[in-house]
């Protein structure tokens, strides 16, 4: 047995150490991410899951559950591979991949959301939605490209690191796999600009006509949040792969549950807004309507919606009230 020259030692070393971030990073993000599920719960409760089956509901529940499943996914994989005599050359190979195509999805599915909400800010059209969408489907293919461009050089990669006594996969990264997550970081990009354009347009008419902000402004403003945050994760997540900026590898994880925490924030308080805005324009309408006699039932529908209201606590429905003329 050889004795390790100084530079091998300080390359185990440092490859040690790459594999240890990531054994506490993981635990950051699951810890994060259940942690906001429990204290949004209730919000969950009172907002989606009264909804009725639809696009909505199916998205947020999505979502919502699919990022949990994935940060406990990686979790698991992390601190299993971590054990002495679980990895070997073909499940490291092999793993990089399937990691990488979990949270793209998880990625893809949330730059659909964005694509709708893009598609209704611009008074759904047609035009931005195509654009939008060979966009998105370049930036998959993209994404396809570099994952089996670096597949084929993962084992060669790991392979003087594969017999070293490390805690888990060896954390290297080959030259083009910073280019992983380019494609979907310019696209968020465009999202951006298109999120930013449109609230700096209305913020400059309310601030001439000096009206108070409603509800399209509130989803103005978390657009534009919203869709600077995911640009900013991507771009630190290509910033911890290049190498030249001496940021470590913390794993997906972080990434990964800030995305879905975003998402589902994002979403409930969309569902949070639409209700308080109903239940202020049903107080109106009562107010209106309660000098002219007018039936509390029929309160109880909109006039472009009648007898179908959301089935929600926060919301009047008909057929929880019972008809309750008012005189004059």
């Excluded at 601190?79 to 190979?93: A, K, N, Q, Y």
């Excluded at 919203?226 to 290049?242: E, G, Q, S």
């Amino acid at each position: 047995m050889t004795t390790p020259t100084p530079e091998e030692m300080t390359h185990f070393e440092a490859l040690y150490e790459g594999s240890l971030i990531p054994l506490h990073a993981c635990l950051v993000g699951v810890t994060w991410i259940f942690h906001d599920y429990f204290i949004t719960l209730e919000d969950e409760v009172l907002y989606i899951w009264s909804l009725k089956r639809g696009t909505a509901k199916y998205m947020f529940i999505w979502i919502r559950y699919y990022s949990l499943a994935l940060l406990l996914f990686d979790v698991v994989q992390i601190h299993v591979f971590s054990r002495p005599g679980i990895t070997s050359d073909f499940l490291c190979v092999a793993m990089d991949p399937i990691t990488r195509l979990a949270g793209a999805i998880a990625l893809w599915s949330i730059e659909i959301i964005m694509q709708l909400r893009v598609f209704a800010l611009y008074g759904c059209s047609r035009k931005i939605a195509i654009l939008n969408g060979v966009l998105f489907l370049g930036s998959i293919a993209g994404f396809f490209w570099v994952l089996v461009f670096n597949t084929k050089r993962r084992h060669d990669l790991i392979a003087d690191a594969i017999h070293l006594p490390l805690p888990g996969c060896p954390s290297l990264h080959s030259g083009l796999e910073w280019l992983q997550w380019i494609p979907a970081t310019a696209f968020e990009g465009l999202l951006f600009g298109f999120a930013l354009f449109k609230t700096l347009r209305s913020t400059t008419s309310r601030a001439i006509r000096g009206v108070k902000i409603s509800l399209y402004e509130i989803l103005l403003r978390d657009n534009l949040l919203y869709f600077f945050t995911i640009a900013v994760l991507l771009i630190f997540n290509n910033l911890m792969v290049v190498g030249v900026t001496h940021i470590p590898w913390f794993s997906y994880s972080p990434f990964h549950a800030a995305m879905g925490i975003l998402t589902t924030r994002m979403l409930l308080n969309i569902h949070k807004v639409y209700a308080a805005e109903t239940d202020s324009s049903l107080v109106v309408r009562m107010a209106s309507c309660l000098q002219k006699g007018t039936a509390i039932s029929e309160l109880c529908a909109s006039p472009a919606e009648p007898q179908q209201s959301r089935s929600s606590s926060r919301f009047w429905r008909a057929k929880d009230v019972q008809t309750v003329s008012i005189p004059a």
